[in-house]
């Protein structure tokens, strides 16, 4: 009785939002859109891939791979590249430039894996789905459950991490405010290793769970790359918070959206489906660049007259 | 005949050197002389592609009225081979075609300029590089999945409209190539040396100061993204001419975004001659991998071509790591009929600290455009 695009829009919606948590939070730590996130995605969706079709294993015994492989990348991208040329005094653009082309390199590393997978052991390796090597609760398939459980995991532990504990609040202090921070004690070199590990986590946690809802394959980071950009945009850019909601927003519209669509004209109208989150994207700039997060601010001002100032506000 | 090869081999390098440059020379305008972090060029590149695609060969079928009652889009072939066949002792009609071509190419590139730097071209890098990207990917997605416009992941045949040279065909065009792209240079070039030159590096080095003084800093930004997107769109017109088809798959953001970042970035950012130094390195280097890519296809067991993606990007992490200013430095532009001779006298003489003269170096366009009084 659960219509199957409620199922397509939550699992779609908890992978993107999941991403989105991670750009944000390397958009505010490192001032840099990072381009090469979507190919710690695809890491993740390989290494399902591999447990499933190579070793033949359970897939969410890929998690916690995907997890450290993620991560693994994303240090090696943060003190391997981003890290030096900071130092150096490179700008924004540089560094970006620096992302697009490690995307690359790990993404031609990716097609030699599939490719490799291919040509020796004769596996089939682009353009798989794994919802056969998925359980199923009653009529919920295990994807559903798990990334939903996880992605409450996420957000509640993102809550927790940067209201209760210490390295949140130096986080926070190294967001609004990278010099004065230091001042006061802060390694802000350890504060942006970590959040750059997180992202990357983040995001092959997010790679493992999409080959068991959706084809996948190399190009699926890419596709997921544009409604993830949307959505933090559409958050704001400025809190992890508004990633979320920009998340879950984006992605519904997203699936919803494009299933209305195709309902009224005709199933062709689905292969646009990336415009939706483009044109979202577009309109929320042209109309509040800040996104969501100055949205509600703005809404709640005018509801209780001032600004709300919280007690554990850091500085 | 091996002379032969080589000589096709020469003209291919060329070829494509010229429609690189184009879009490089472009890029250099709009990120090193006024700022703008365009990463969706491969946009105007598609744009101008798509436009040869779709109207050229039903703007020939029209004129010559070629099979009215096919479908012109799966009967593509058929009616281009009709078409060439025209075309074949028609010479004024496929000068004006081509053309005409240019002209609508360089109308709705423009348009497309203006409606995808919209968004977010009065926000900062970041804002502007996400939304460009989106839109590149857009453009190409459209390409690949509406049918009538260059075929989908298919293709379409463009019309030889200068198929009345003959033999000398490659040639003629190469030639024809080359005076856009030389004409392209000297807009750039005489545009970087003028008013607009020193506004947009205002622009670009302080947007606030510039408004300050009176700049309308949004206007000026959009007018560089339109004028170059209009611009660039020209190679997309001349690739399509050239290999006499259009290919939505071909308009990828690594072939035409990431590779010109590349090319700027190797020859140096804010400078025309650098832009054409890096091209000509990049492109040199490249078509030489695909020439060899055979040879060591049998050794390794997955395509080559990812082995050459992980090449250029790794060279291009190497040049942002230890030469960022690339093989070419920025020079301070100078402004036409002012005597820095003069000047520099002038200020020594007050005691002004100033660097020592040197010896007049630019090359020879820059030479031609600035105009200097001497003596």
């Known amino acids: ?5 409620i199922k397509d829009a939550i699992v779609y919606a908890n992978c993107v939002t999941m991403m989105s948590i991670g750009f944000t939070l390397v958009y505010l730590i490192s001032r840099i859109p990072n381009f090469a996130q979507s190919t710690f995605a695809v890491v993740g969706v390989y290494c399902t891939f591999s447990m499933v079709r190579i070793l033949e294993f359970n897939p969410y015994i890929a998690m916690p791979l995907g997890i450290l492989c993620g991560a693994f990348l994303a240090l090696v991208v943060y003190l391997g590249i981003v890290n030096p040329l900071t130092k150096y005094g490179a700008g924004p653009i540089l560094l970006t430039i620096s992302l697009l082309a490690l995307q690359q390199i790990f993404l031609a590393g990716v097609n030699i894996y599939a490719d490799y997978v291919r040509n020796v052991l004769n596996i089939y390796s682009r353009g798989f789905m794994l919802r056969v090597n998925d359980f199923r609760v009653g009529e919920f398939p295990g994807v559903l459950l798990i990334s939903t459980v996880t992605i409450i995991i996420v957000i509640v532990g993102m809550h927790f991490l940067l209201t209760r504990t210490q390295f949140g609040i130096a986080m926070r202090a190294t967001v609004e405010n990278p010099p004065l921070a230091s001042v006061l004690g802060i390694n ?20 493992t769970f999409l080959p068991l809802w959706f084809s996948s394959g190399p190009g699926s980071g890419g596709m997921l790359a544009t409604s ?22 984006i992605s519904l519209l997203e699936v919803w959206g494009s299933y209305l669509l195709m309902k009224t004209f005709g199933l062709w109208i689905g292969a646009y489906r990336l415009l939706i989150p483009l044109t979202l994207m577009s309109i929320v700039l042209m109309y509040e660049p800040g996104g969501l997060a100055v949205i509600i601010e703005k809404v709640r001002t005018k509801l209780w007259g001032t600004k709300r100032v919280r007690e554990d506000e850091p500085i | 005949m091996i002379e032969n090869v080589l000589l096709k081999w ?26 703008i972090p365009h990463f969706g060029i491969s946009l105007s590149v598609a744009g101008g592609g798509y436009v040869v695609g779709a109207l050229s060969g039903r703007i020939l079928r029209w004129v010559y009225n070629v099979y009215p009652e096919l479908d012109f889009m799966y009967e593509n072939s058929k009616i281009t081979n009709e078409i060439n066949a025209n075309l074949a002792n028609d ?20 348009g497309l300029g203006y409606i995808v730097s919209r968004p977010a071209i ?18 190409r997605i459209i390409g690949m999945n509406y049918y009538p416009l260059v075929g989908g992941t298919f293709w379409i045949h463009v019309p030889d409209v ?36 020193r506004v947009v590096r205002a622009v670009r080095e302080n947007p606030m100061s510039a408004e300050c003084v009176g700049k309308d800093v949004v206007g000026i930004r959009t007018k560089v993204v339109v004028m170059c997107s209009a611009l660039t769109s020209i190679a997309g017109v001349l690739y399509g001419f050239y290999i006499h088809a259009v290919l939505s798959t071909a308009y990828t ?28 390195v990049f492109v040199t280097l490249r078509r030489l991998i695909i020439f060899y890519k055979h040879n060591i296809e049998i050794y390794v067991p997955f395509q080559v071509q990812w082995l050459e993606q992980i090449m250029t990007g790794t060279m291009l992490l190497l040049i942002i790591l230890f030469r960022p200013q690339g093989l070419l430095p920025e020079k301070p532009t100078k402004m036409r009929g002012l005597d820095y001779d003069k000047l520099h006298d002038e200020l020594e003489n007050k005691g002004v600290k100033v660097p020592e003269k040197k010896a007049e170096k630019g090359n020879i366009f820059q030479r031609l455009l600035s105009r200097r009084s001497k003596g």
Request: charged residues 5%; hydrophobic residues 55%.
């Open chain 1, 1 to 5: 009785m659960f219509p199957p695009l």
């Open chain 2, 253 to 280: 953001r690594s072939t035409w975004t990431f590779y010109p970042w590349l090319m700027f970035m190797v020859g140096g950012i804010g400078n025309n001659m650098g832009a054409v130094l890096g091209t000509f």
């Open chain 2, 162 to 197: 200068f198929n009345w040279m003959g033999e000398l065909r490659t040639e003629g065009f190469l030639i024809i190539c080359t005076l856009f792209t030389l004409g392209i240079f000297l807009i750039l070039q005489a545009m970087s040396t003028s008013p607009l030159g």
């Open chain 1, 188 to 207: 802000i070199k350890r504060v942006a290793t970590i959040s750059w590990v997180i992202t990357g986590g983040l995001a092959g946690l997010a790679g």
């Open chain 1, 228 to 249: 993830v950009f949307a959505s933090s945009v559409v958050g704001g850019l400025t809190s992890i918070y508004g990633a979320i909601l920009g998340g879950y927003l």
């Open chain 2, 122 to 139: 009065r926000l900062s890098g970041s804002y502007l590089i996400i939304v460009l990207i989106g839109m590149a990917e857009a453009m």
């Open chain 2, 10 to 35: 020469c003209i291919d390098l060329f070829m494509f050197f010229l429609l690189y440059l184009i879009v490089t020379m472009n890029l250099n305008f709009m990120y090193g002389y006024t700022g």
């Open chain 2, 91 to 110: 010479p004024l009609v496929g000068i004006g075609v081509f053309l005409l071509i240019i002209v609508i190419s360089l109308i709705l590139n423009a």
